[in-house]
T-cell receptor, first 112, second 111 residues
Framework: NAGVMQNPRHLVRRRGQEARLRCSPM?????VYWYRQLPEEGLKFMVY????????ESGMPKERFSAEFPKEGPSILRIQQVVRGDSAAYFC??????????FGPGTRLTVT | GENVEQHPSTLSVQEGDSAVIKCTYS??????FPWYKQELGKRPQLIID?????GEKKDQRIAVTLNKTAKHFSLHITETQPEDSAVYFC??????????FGQGTELSVKP
């Protein structure tokens, strides 16, 4: 059973461009969470999704950020018009129901 | 919102010694209490967790204890090894499933 997959692993974008991060949950997991980690800090919750539904987006900035988890395909975290402050590691996690969350390897976004 | 604090922020022990990391939280509705280990540049790895109906759980050299009344839970690592060196995060679950991470404890195990 493959673990949580994320791609790309590293992404470099110029200010003003769009960043698109993908997350494929573990097989059988229908809950996906996105977290952001700044250097030498803990992870901060961004958004919680189930198939075709956003359950909790309280940690996601209102502007420029959006997330989806379509019926088919991976979950996508989209950041429009990136700024330097968006540079961070973005992790997704999946779980079969409540509780245990298993993390992917992360996408390290660098905005130049 | 939920407030989570970990202590200590850094911990250095000799190989073979025990290490204890404490986590306090504010949300009395939390029911799930995991600990994650993160090595440099890697993903957070779930190492042990406990639910609110249990006071202690052990898995080989790792144990977690929970005091729900006092709103804190602790990670215990016995017979530490150099490969235990990493950053450890507590992440009590907030209502609705999201995890609220502490700031992390950097554990260094010296051979």
């Amino acid at each position: 059973n493959a673990g949580v997959m994320q791609n790309p692993r590293h992404l470099v974008r110029r200010r003003g461009q769009e960043a698109r991060l993908r997350c494929s949950p573990m097989k059988g997991h229908s809950h996906v969470y996105w977290y952001r980690q700044l250097p030498e800090e803990g992870l901060k919750f961004m958004v919680y999704l189930q198939k075709e539904n956003i359950i909790d987006e309280s940690g996601m900035p209102k502007e420029r950020f959006s997330a989806e988890f379509p019926k088919e395909g991976p979950s996508i975290l989209r950041i429009q018009q990136v700024v330097r402050g968006d540079s961070a590691a973005y992790f997704c996690a999946s779980s079969p129901a409540e509780y245990e969350q298993y993390f992917g390897p992360g996408t390290r976004l660098t905005v130049t | 919102g939920e407030n989570v604090e970990q202590h200590p922020s850094t911990l250095s022990v000799q190989e073979g010694d025990s290490a204890v990391i404490k986590c306090t939280y504010s949300d009395s509705a939390s029911n799930y209490f995991p600990w994650y280990k993160q090595e440099l540049g890697k993903r957070p790895q779930l190492i042990i967790d406990i639910r609110s109906n249990v006071g202690e759980k052990k898995d080989q050299r790792i144990a977690v204890t929970l005091n729900k009344t006092a709103k804190h839970f602790s990670l215990h690592i016995t017979e530490t090894q150099p490969e235990d060196s990493a950053v450890y995060f507590c992440a009590p679950e907030n209502q609705g499933g999201k995890l609220i991470f502490g700031q992390g404890t950097e554990l260094s195990v010296k051979p």
